[in-house]
């Protein structure tokens, strides 16, 4: 069986399942067992037995579960022929699985779990209520209790130092503003004021003139007149309204 199994505590065997052949007279009386010893104990952990008294060869296939027995347990296995007869062809497969419960430590759901542990010859004690333990934790407070209070001292003197800056750097720009608006102000100042002085000088003497006219009569244009006697009506108009706007003010 150390063959045949894995060797993995908790392991347990679940089934046996085997076949074979037998070959004998209807005549004769023949007794077969497929069997296990117990590895811990005396006699067999598994044994089934097969009549074929009686009955002509054949073959047989058989599954038989079993109650969970650990591998400790199973010994050799064999096939054992009591009568005439002999077996071919024989083949045993051996179900099992894991006991997860094994160890009952192993999960609290296991019957058998034990929520605390006393080892023998040793007194569980917390180490949060080491004396020494305790004492060095009561040092290592204040000690960050102190880092905490130099890092907020530090976190409030970068904040003024940010605010003071804010602040001179709006002086500083106001500052620049007002100069640039000033010197804005003088370039338009001078843009407006022009000193210009008109100086200038003409030869004396003649001039002849050099371009002559030949009188010529150009015909009168009623149209023309009509549209020059339209302004000069329109013209006097708006005159006399604005002279008349004058006088009620």
């Known amino acids: 069986m150390t063959n045949l199994l894995p060797k993995q505590a908790g392991l347990e065997v679940t089934?046996?399942?085997?076949?074979?052949?037998?070959?004998?007279?209807?005549?004769?009386?023949?007794?077969?067992?497929?069997?296990?010893?117990?590895?811990?104990?005396?006699?067999?952990?598994?044994r089934s037995t097969d009549d074929w008294s009686g009955l002509?060869?054949?073959?047989?296939n058989k599954s038989i579960?079993?109650?969970?027995?650990?591998?400790?347990?199973?010994?050799?296995?064999s096939i054992e022929v009591e009568g005439k007869?002999?077996?071919?062809?024989?083949?045993v497969i051996y179900n099992y699985q894991f006991d997860p419960c094994f160890d009952p430590q192993s999960s609290p759901a296991c019957p058998g779990y034990i929520q605390d542990i006393t080892i023998a010859g040793f007194e569980y004690e917390d180490p949060l209520e080491n004396p020494f333990?305790?004492?060095?934790?009561?040092?290592?407070?204040?000690?960050?209790?102190?880092?905490?209070?130099?890092?907020?001292?530090?976190?409030?003197?970068?904040?003024?130092?940010?605010?003071?800056l804010e602040v001179?750097?709006?002086?500083?720009?106001?500052?620049?503003?007002?100069?640039?608006?000033?010197?804005?102000?003088?370039q338009l100042l001078a843009m407006n004021v022009h000193m210009i002085n008109y100086q200038t000088s003409m030869p004396g003497g003649k001039y002849e003139e050099t371009v002559e006219y030949k009188d010529?009569?150009?015909?009168?244009?009623?149209?023309?007149?009509?549209v020059g006697l339209a302004q000069q009506l329109l013209h006097e108009e708006m005159v006399q309204a604005q002279y008349t706007l004058q006088t009620e003010k």
């Open 65 to 77: 579960p079993v109650a969970n027995i650990p591998y400790e347990y199973w010994g050799a296995g």
């Open 168 to 186: 001179a750097l709006g002086a500083v720009n106001s500052a620049l503003f007002t100069a640039q608006a000033v010197a804005q102000e003088a």
């Open 15 to 46: 089934g046996v399942i085997y076949r074979y052949t037998a070959v004998k007279d209807a005549s004769d009386d023949m007794l077969v067992h497929v069997q296990n010893e117990n590895a811990l104990g005396s006699g067999y952990i598994f």
């Open 85 to 91: 007869g002999s077996v071919e062809n024989s083949r």
């Open 216 to 226: 010529k009569q150009l015909p009168e244009n009623p149209r023309g007149l009509r």
């Open 133 to 164: 333990i305790k004492a060095e934790l009561e040092k290592e407070a204040p000690k960050k209790d102190e880092d905490q209070e130099e890092k907020d001292r530090k976190r409030e003197a970068d904040q003024k130092k940010k605010e003071r």
């Open 56 to 60: 002509p060869g054949n073959t047989i």
